[in-house]
């Protein structure tokens, strides 16, 4: 039967008891930790993060570099490589990793307070500009580090500085008014999480209040506008000293947005983001969350404050406040979120548009929006058991956050267009460098995405393969029995699994299968005898969505039986090519298709189809539409192949490849007339 009903909140592993043995996977986590970190702290390096941290240790002298929030990205990265430590102990790494902990350690105040732009520049200010600066998110973001570190070595070290941290947070901003908030949220998450860790309810306390202080400001427009001059007089004192100290130097560019903003983007959008901010609406403080009922603002702000209330949901037991998140869910994904999964619809905003408001060619979708996307489908999954989250966890970990990162080099994507004619291009770095290490936490994590369990019940929501011993809980009270799993997969290129269980002895419990969305006609067999349910073959439900893309046809099969100690589940989830057509509301896209087959959308390069005028190719849904395995293309992968009106191929690769070869041509939606 299939089981939909919300359970107790779904127990989740450490990444660090579950080994990914999986051939897609696998070189990408060892490729993570062996280069992309290195790479990435190299980079921190080159651009003076680290030494923004060295200057303030007395290890250096020199002048503050970077963004007022370049803190973040030293820590994300730090997360990062905490994270990654869980698969394997990498010396060299956590060398480094130790180091910049000491760093951190001798660069913070003896109150607890860290912050290098203030600390370098102003000395004596803090707290001074929350809409505008990242104090409080930089904060959360060194907790965050700091709890993975923790997890990873069980070492206090790095703890010890968050909490320090945290105390200080704690004294300065409990029980004080809503304007006391972060104009990025973060620092509610992170002290949700260390309320997990150290069960001091303070931290329960101060992130609740600053979830709910959001939206409760009164006259927020002076408010920013004061916000705003305040910090363009900081910028210009500080520019001021800086250019005096570099007389000699290349001068100093405080802010430079250019790899965000694409100067070509019409007026219009600086229009609607001026008005954005002064409304609120930019930081979700224009109502408050009891009454939103979309998403709104910033993408990767909402996505950081959906994860906030979903957490605290799950903390205070508030059924009220979790029918609130999954409303604003559902309005999200019918009708504000691409056909990859990609979140956000308007540039310079770096958020969202209106309703089917969805350019292809304007499409934002940072990656660090598609990450907060994955995080916040894993809370809610836990939360409710439905099987749509872990389905949208799927798509958006295999699209809109994959195609962040080159498939071979160190080269990334901050937006994610739907349609370029080619002026995108990956770069080696940015000046605002969240997403790069953003992708290398979530891709240190991906092994906790695959099971949970409840009382009797072990659920599996992703197919990566992988090892794990675990203990499941039985409906005896107190009784657990301990199995161990091997998990084979062919994702995404292909829709066979096989699970081996590894019992001591024959025990009855429940197996819940999840069924993605896009399979049709699945078989399952348990050692080797067919599996069959009255619900197998039945469909779920049938709405349409903005993209085309709908997770609502996803579900859990539950598998009731007395498992023996050597049996194998096998599974073949057909990878069928679907064609997607946007909600008819989706004015640019009338006309058109895109192609997915499995949990991957494809798209049209102009490299595989010179004859076809990419992005403006037509294809005929008439002629058969074929996949098949080719090794001319990125040493192998799945392409689709079918032709345009003028009896020319057309060859679609997946969408998390395209700019791998070159600055390119590219359209996900194509015309069918």
């Keep these: 039967m299939s089981s939909n009903k919300a359970p107790k909140i779904l127990k989740e592993f450490p990444f660090s008891s579950i080994e990914i043995q999986d051939e897609f996977w696998t070189p990408r986590l060892q490729r993570n930790q062996e280069e992309l970190l290195i790479y990435q702290y190299d980079q921190l390096e080159r651009t003076g993060c680290i030494d923004n941290f060295r200057i303030l240790a007395s290890e250096k002298d020199g002048i503050r570099r970077g963004f007022f929030f370049s803190d973040s990205d030293a820590y994300k990265w730090a997360e990062a490589a905490a994270i990654s430590l869980n698969m394997s102990?990498?010396?060299?790494?956590?060398?480094?990793?130790?180091?910049?902990?000491?760093?951190?350690?001798?660069?913070?105040?003896?109150?607890?307070?860290?912050?290098?732009?203030?600390?370098?520049?102003?000395?004596?200010?803090?707290?001074?500009?929350?809409?505008?600066?990242?104090?409080?998110?930089?904060?959360?973001?060194?907790?965050?580090?700091?709890?993975?570190?923790?997890?990873?070595?069980?070492?206090?070290?790095?703890?010890?500085?968050?909490i320090k941290n945290a105390d200080l947070i704690v004294r300065d901003f409990l029980n004080k008014s809503p304007e006391n908030t972060s104009g990025h949220e973060e620092i509610e998450l992170a002290l949700l999480r260390l309320y997990k860790i150290t069960q001091n309810k303070n931290y329960l306390i101060l992130s609740q209040q600053f979830l709910e202080r959001r939206g409760n400001i009164k006259h927020f427009a002076p408010i920013m506008i004061r916000s705003t001059l305040n910090q363009r007089k900081v910028e210009r004192e500080n520019k001021k000293r800086l250019n005096e100290e570099l007389k000699y130097e290349k001068k100093v560019t405080s802010h430079d947005f250019s790899e965000n903003v694409i100067k070509k983007e019409h007026y219009l959008f600086i229009i609607r983001m001026l008005t954005?901010?002064?409304s609120g609406t930019y930081f979700q403080q224009n109502i408050p969350f009891s009454?939103?009922?979309?998403?709104?603002?910033?993408?990767?702000?909402?996505?950081?404050?959906?994860?906030?209330?979903t957490l605290l949901s799950q903390e205070t037991k508030d059924q009220s406040k979790l029918s609130i998140l999954e409303s604003i869910w559902e309005n999200t994904i019918k009708k504000r979120m691409y056909i990859t999964g990609g979140l956000g619809s308007i540039p310079?905003?770096?958020?969202?548009?209106?309703?089917?408001?969805?350019?292809?060619?304007?499409?934002?979708?940072?990656?660090?929006?598609?990450?907060?996307?994955?995080?916040?489908?894993?809370?809610?999954?836990?939360?409710?058991?439905?099987?749509?989250?872990?389905?949208?966890?799927?798509?958006?970990?295999?699209?809109?956050?994959?195609?962040?990162?080159?498939?071979?080099?160190?080269?990334?994507?901050?937006?994610?267009?739907?349609?370029?004619?080619?002026?995108?291009?990956?770069?080696?770095?940015?000046?605002t460098p969240c997403c790069p290490?953003?992708?290398?936490?979530?891709?240190?994590?991906?092994?906790?995405?695959?099971?949970?369990?409840?009382?009797?019940?072990?659920?599996?929501?992703?197919?990566?393969?992988?090892?794990?011993?675990?203990?499941?809980?039985?409906?005896?009270?107190?009784?657990?029995?301990?199995?161990?799993?091997?998990?084979?997969?062919?994702?995404?290129?292909?829709?066979?699994?096989?699970?081996?269980?590894?019992?001591?002895?024959?025990?009855?419990?429940?197996?819940?299968?999840?069924?993605?969305?896009?399979?049709?006609?699945?078989?399952?067999?348990?050692?080797?005898?067919?599996?069959?349910?009255?619900?197998i073959d039945k469909s779920s439900e049938n709405i349409r969505t903005a993209s085309g893309y709908s997770p609502y046809k996803s579900k859990y099969l539950t598998i009731k039986r007395e498992w023996n100690p050597t049996d194998?589940?096998?599974?073949?989830?057909?990878?069928?090519?679907?064609?997607?057509?946007?909600?008819?509301?989706?004015?640019?896209n009338k006309k058109k298709i895109a192609i997915s087959r499995?949990?991957?959308?494809?798209?049209?390069?102009?490299?595989?189809?010179?004859?076809?005028?990419?992005?403006?190719?037509?294809?005929?849904?008439?002629?058969?539409?074929?996949?098949?395995?080719?090794?001319?293309?990125?040493?192998?992968?799945?392409?689709?192949?079918?032709?345009?009106?003028?009896?020319?191929?057309?060859?679609?690769?997946?969408?998390?490849?395209?700019?791998?070869?070159?600055?390119?041509?590219?359209?996900?939606?194509?015309?069918?007339?």
């Excluded at 069980?154 to 500085?161: Q, V």
């Excluded at 798509?395 to 080619?422: H, K, M, P, T």
């Excluded at 194998?568 to 640019?588: A, D, E, G, Y």
């Excluded at 190719?617 to 079918?642: C, H, M, T, V, W």
């Design 437 to 535: 290490s953003n992708l290398s936490r979530l891709w240190g994590m991906i092994g906790k995405f695959i099971y949970s369990v409840t009382l009797n019940i072990l659920w599996i929501h992703q197919y990566i393969g992988n090892n794990i011993g675990l203990s499941l809980p039985l409906i005896k009270k107190g009784v657990t029995v301990p199995l161990s799993l091997q998990l084979s997969s062919s994702f995404p290129w292909d829709g066979k699994c096989e699970i081996s269980i590894n019992l001591e002895k024959a025990t009855t419990f429940s197996i819940n299968l999840r069924i993605p969305s896009w399979a049709k006609d699945y078989s399952i067999f348990i050692n080797d005898l067919p599996f069959s349910s009255p619900e």
């Design 89 to 162: 102990k990498n010396q060299n790494l956590s060398n480094i990793l130790q180091k910049f902990i000491e760093i951190i350690e001798k660069a913070q105040q003896d109150d607890g307070y860290i912050y290098t732009y203030n600390q370098i520049n102003f000395n004596n200010r803090r707290w001074s500009n929350l809409p505008m600066e990242h104090e409080l998110y930089c904060m959360g973001h060194l907790i965050e580090a700091a709890i993975a570190h923790f997890i990873a070595t069980n070492s206090k070290n790095f703890l010890n500085i968050a």
């Design 348 to 431: 310079i905003i770096e958020g969202f548009g209106r309703d089917y408001e969805l350019s292809n060619k304007h499409a934002y979708c940072e990656t660090c929006a598609a990450i907060s996307g994955i995080f916040w489908n894993w809370e809610m999954l836990k939360s409710t058991g439905n099987a749509k989250y872990a389905d949208l966890l799927e798509w958006q970990l295999y699209n809109a956050s994959l195609v962040g990162i080159s498939n071979d080099e160190n080269l990334y994507f901050y937006r994610n267009v739907l349609e370029s004619d080619g002026n995108f291009q990956r770069s080696a770095w940015f000046n």
């Design 291 to 309: 009454k939103i009922s979309k998403a709104e603002g910033h993408s990767v702000r909402w996505g950081y404050y959906m994860i906030g209330h």
């Design 568 to 588: 194998k589940i096998r599974i073949n989830f057909p990878m069928k090519i679907i064609i997607h057509r946007s909600h008819p509301k989706v004015r640019t």
């Design 598 to 673: 499995g949990p991957l959308v494809y798209c049209l390069e102009n490299f595989d189809n010179p004859n076809a005028k990419v992005p403006k190719a037509r294809i005929n849904l008439n002629e058969p539409l074929k996949a098949s395995f080719s090794d001319k293309y990125f040493n192998g992968i799945q392409i689709i192949e079918g032709k345009d009106f003028s009896d020319d191929p057309l060859v679609f690769i997946p969408y998390f490849l395209w700019a791998n070869r070159d600055i390119s041509k590219m359209q996900v939606y194509v015309n069918e007339k």
């Design 276 to 278: 954005s901010a002064l």
